[in-house]
């Protein structure tokens, strides 16, 4: 009975150990949705994770600024930057409006970057002299920021967005899954 448990159990073990790994879901790597002013930034770029960080750029890795212009009307920038640390190459997202209040729990249509119009950008480099930049236009490519929360006491802003950007060769990019939740500057 002895050698028939032992074979048994062999069995079992090596069937358990020809399971394959489960595909990573590339969600489950962004930050989680919060609230507090954590700090933190991420999407899905064509479908690969985008966090800011890397090798130490100047200005920092985020940026995030919410300001009274003399028309008052608002300047809102979030931007998180990667850059390379092999190679120096880098990346970054973008989210803009500018003469605009944000209201907590207001969905933004994002279009072209012109005063009163909320809009965002891809851009990536892969030296110091080439950049590729694309923007959403508020037609084809567009996309949406929604303020979760807007505590302006505490200066924290958080929320999602999503967009679809071009540059100008027409080569497009999707931004899924975006999600912050930022202390911010005035």
């Known amino acids: ?15 358990s150990g020809c399971r394959k790994n489960k595909p990573v879901n590339p969600v489950d790597q962004l ?12 999407c899905l770029v064509n479908g690969q994770v985008f966090k800011p960080g890397g090798a130490s750029l100047s200005g920092g890795s985020l940026q ?3 300001q009274l212009l003399p028309n008052n009307g608002y300047y809102f920038v979030l ?13 970054s997202v973008g989210l803009y409006t500018d003469s605009l209040n944000l209201i907590e729990g207001a969905k933004f249509n994002l279009k072209t970057r ?3 119009n909320p809009s965002a950008s891809y851009s990536f480099y892969t030296s110091a002299i080439s950049l590729q930049s694309y ?3 508020g037609n084809l490519y567009k996309g949406e920021l929604w303020i979760k929360k807007l505590d302006t006491v ?4 958080s929320g999602t967005f999503w967009f679809d950007a071009v540059n100008t060769n027409g080569q497009k990019t999707k931004i899924r899954e975006g999600r912050f939740d930022m202390r911010y500057t005035r």
Do not use: H
């Open 1 to 15: 009975m002895k050698p028939f448990l032992i074979i048994a159990a062999s069995f079992v073990l090596l069937i």
């Open 79 to 91: 931007i998180g930057r990667y850059r390379n640390n092999n190679n120096g190459s880098g990346s």
């Open 135 to 137: 923007e959403t236009d």
């Open 114 to 116: 012109i005063n009163g």
């Open 64 to 66: 995030c600024n919410y």
């Open 154 to 157: 505490n200066q924290i802003v």
């Open 31 to 42: 930050p989680p949705e919060t609230q507090t002013g954590t700090n933190t930034f991420g």
